[in-house]
């Protein structure tokens, strides 16, 4: 059905967070937005779980007002129940109150269990399906931006970012964000730029880049190297939502001041407990044990810490035992 929502060109700021599927939940997106993410994207949510009535599913498209804007991320290979699912996803969460910023459309996953449905980035071998469905989201959509999430190729020998770029403008998409890499690369060490800067300079439609932004001086390079009108953190996010502010501080040419130690702390029991009270304590603990290791991996002593902390099962007890940690690292520091 067609919705009314009035089109914004700028909708999406100049510093994003990337859709991180297991890792971008509610409680790590929240820590970024306060730290000055313009605009985050959700975890990735099938199509097909949606037009199936998966019960579990709508929890990831699940917006609260706190993390807007935000757009949800759908994933999947044929059209209809792509379209199907946009629909869907934007009149829950007007329904709700919490209209979603825009779809972006995933074609940039690299995992196994997504691509051998061919979807994910197994759509950068099929630039014909990827178009129709993009036009197909777009028209079910309406005024609704619609973004795609997109790697330079399947592998070194098939880069076909520039063609699947201007094919997604064509269809309609509203701007494109780009990953550095192939599919056969997955995340490993280094991305090249370059293509996002040639893709750049054939549209007329905006383009996010991403990969390795793990600091400001990535971000600002990210930025003069290609031109590009935003950037997506991912990765370089987790345990470490200070990204933002300190890219914040570069573009505004302001003095960027590191967190200490307490504030890392603090701010790991915070995405915690909030990652609990969404979650549950046993789920939520256990998710957040990743975020904590990344929190605390600088820290002296860190990993004795983290062994500890592994196989508590109590937030009480992870609290106590981090804030006793900071206290100490404050009093041999002082000594």
Partial sequence: MPHSKEKKNDFFGKIILAPMAGEGDYAFRVSCKRFGADYLVSEMISAKAICYNDKKTPLL???????MPIALQIF?????????????????????GTPCAAIDINMGCP???VVKNGEGSALMKAPALAGKIIRAVKTASGNTPVTVKMRLGWDKESINVSEMAKIAESAGADAVCIHARTREQFYSPGVDISYIGKVKKVLSIPVIGNGD???????MNMFSQTGCDAVAIARGAIGNPYIFAEI????????????????????ALSETKLRIEDKGEYAGLRESRVHIAHFTKSLRGSAAIRAKINIMDS???VRETL??????????TEA
């Fill in 111 to 113: 995992v196994p269990k």
């Fill in 248 to 267: 914040k501080a570069a573009l505004e040419h302001k003095e960027y001041i590191p967190p200490t130690p307490r504030d890392r702390i603090e701010e």
């Fill in 315 to 317: 937030f009480e007890e």
């Fill in 213 to 219: 932004i793990f600091s400001a001086e990535s971000a």
């Fill in 323 to 332: 804030l006793s940690y900071v206290e100490e690292l404050e009093t041999s």
């Fill in 61 to 67: 498209a699940k917006i609260r007002k706190e993390e």
């Fill in 76 to 96: 999947g290979s044929e059209p209809e129940f792509m379209a199907r699912a946009a629909d869907f996803l934007i009149n829950e969460s007007e329904k709700a």
